[in-house]
């Protein structure tokens, strides 16, 4: 590779926007600014903080661990601990709690491991399988989404935290966008800025992405120099039933052709946000779930909805559930 822009020595990244080339030393500095330029800007975090981090063990959210407890380390007000959803996939997910427990271990960053089969009775393999008894959908990934958010607000608040910090990246983050515009869920899109801000509920835990504005190469890049991930590559076994991965095909393709189409969906992303938020109509009112009791748009939660639908529920909730959905189709 090219030389450093910076000093001259070997470089290790290349920024495809400007074609800098960046050697190991000046890439973390460049990192470091950008991310902290984030945290800045979307005024993501005060003086006093106790920060979880929802950690997979993938390179994303280690990388993200990795960086906020550097970045603490000067913050005499910030509190850092790790939270991992292990969903239950056999033949992945084992792996990244590796990973993680290496990672938190080797920092002495305190931890909760929670897994579906503890709170919901079942792995997610298991309630794929369910699923496909009962003849519902096949959605792997709409339950695995909907049950993690669920545990991490949940746990994050047992947890003490003041702040949920979760990894996703400009990539995941437009991704996402564009997911949600197709299918036409705008109130989605309201929560899922760089500040969850919209939810205004005191059992609802505050969430920032602190690596909204770096891409998925550039954590991969800190990932790597840092020692945080080993050289296999895992990949969760239900990734092609997700139509994501068309999507993410398709924004590559079109920041290749067209580089910078990234960050201008990024703000495009942001004007909507504003602009709907201004729309009252679409905030909604967040109560609490009748049946768990955690924050909701609807009577019942959509985990709640979720354990109904797949007979995975105590029978006095179940009475509950069969009462609010007798009367409306869900
Ligand atoms: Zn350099
Ligand atoms: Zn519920």
Same mark, same amino acid.
């Given at each position: 590779?090219?030389?450093?822009?910076?000093?001259?020595?070997?470089?290790?990244?290349?920024?495809?926007?400007?074609?800098?080339?960046?050697?190991?030393?000046?890439?973390?500095?460049?990192?470091?600014?950008?991310?902290?330029?984030?945290?800045?800007?979307?005024?993501?975090?005060?003086?006093?903080?106790?920060?979880?981090?929802?950690?997979?063990?993938?390179?994303?959210?280690?990388?993200?661990?990795?960086?906020?407890?550097?970045?603490?380390?000067?913050?005499?007000?910030?509190?850092?601990?790790? =939270?991992? &959803?292990?969903?239950? +996939?056999?033949?992945?997910? @084992? /792996?990244?709690?590796?990973?993680?427990?290496?990672? !938190? #271990?080797? =920092?002495? &960053?305190?931890?909760? +491991?929670?897994?579906?089969? @503890? /709170?919901?009775?079942?792995?997610?393999?298991?309630? !794929? #399988?369910?699923?496909?008894?009962?003849?519902?959908?096949?959605?792997?990934?709409? /339950?695995?989404?909907?049950?993690?958010?669920?545990?991490?607000?949940?746990?994050?608040?047992?947890?003490?935290?003041?702040?949920?910090?979760?990894?996703?990246?400009?990539?995941?983050?437009?991704?996402?966008?564009?997911?949600?515009?197709?299918?036409?869920?705008?109130?989605?899109?309201?929560?899922?800025?760089?500040?969850?801000?919209?939810?205004?509920?005191?059992?609802?835990?505050?969430?920032?992405?602190?690596?909204?504005?770096?891409?998925?190469?550039?954590?991969?890049?800190?990932?790597?120099?840092?020692?945080?991930?080993?050289?296999?590559?895992?990949?969760?076994?239900?990734?092609?039933?997700?139509?994501?991965?068309?999507?993410?095909?398709?924004?590559?393709?079109?920041?290749?052709?067209?580089?910078?189409?990234?960050?201008?969906?990024?703000?495009?992303?942001?004007?909507?946000?504003?602009?709907?938020?201004?729309?009252?109509?679409?905030?909604?009112?967040?109560?609490?779930?009748?049946?768990?009791?955690?924050?909701?748009?609807?009577?019942?939660?959509?985990?709640?909805?979720?354990?109904?639908?797949?007979?995975?529920?105590?029978?006095?909730?179940?009475?509950?559930?069969?009462?609010?959905?007798?009367?409306?189709?869900?």
């Amino acid at each position: 590779m090219a030389k450093c822009v910076v000093c001259g020595k070997p470089g290790v990244y290349t920024d495809r926007l400007t074609g800098r080339v960046l050697c190991k030393k000046h890439f973390l500095e460049h990192f470091d600014r950008k991310v902290r330029r984030t945290i800045r800007r979307y005024e993501m975090l005060g003086r006093r903080e106790h920060i979880v981090v929802a950690t997979s063990g993938g390179k994303d959210s280690l990388s993200l661990l990795h960086y906020l407890y550097g970045l603490s380390k000067n913050v005499p007000g910030w509190r850092i601990s790790a =939270l991992l &959803i292990d969903e239950g +996939i056999k033949g992945y997910r @084992e /792996y990244t709690v590796k990973d993680m427990l290496r990672v !938190v #271990e080797d =920092l002495g &960053i305190p931890y909760r +491991i929670v897994s579906f089969k @503890e /709170y919901f009775g079942l792995t997610l393999d298991e309630i !794929v #399988e369910t699923g496909k008894k009962r003849g519902l959908p096949y959605l792997p990934c709409s /339950y695995c989404g909907v049950f993690r958010r669920y545990l991490l607000n949940r746990i994050a608040r047992e947890m003490g935290a003041t702040v949920l910090a979760t990894a996703h990246n400009l990539d995941d983050t437009i991704q996402t966008f564009l997911l949600n515009v197709l299918r036409n869920s705008w109130e989605r899109v309201v929560r899922q800025g760089p500040v969850t801000g919209i939810i205004d509920h005191p059992k609802f835990v505050r969430r920032i992405k602190p690596f909204v504005e770096v891409t998925e190469k550039e954590t991969a890049t800190y990932a790597l120099l840092q020692g945080l991930v080993m050289p296999e590559f895992y990949e969760c076994p239900y990734v092609h039933y997700n139509v994501r991965v068309s999507i993410r095909r398709f924004i590559n393709e079109l920041e290749e052709r067209h580089p910078g189409i990234k960050y201008s969906m990024l703000r495009s992303m942001l004007t909507v946000i504003d602009l709907l938020t201004k729309n009252h109509s679409l905030k909604g009112e967040i109560s609490e779930c009748r049946i768990c009791g955690e924050p909701s748009s609807h009577e019942i939660c959509r985990a709640c909805f979720y354990r109904y639908k797949l007979g995975i529920m105590e029978s006095r909730e179940m009475v509950v559930a069969e009462e609010v959905f007798k009367h409306k189709k869900p």
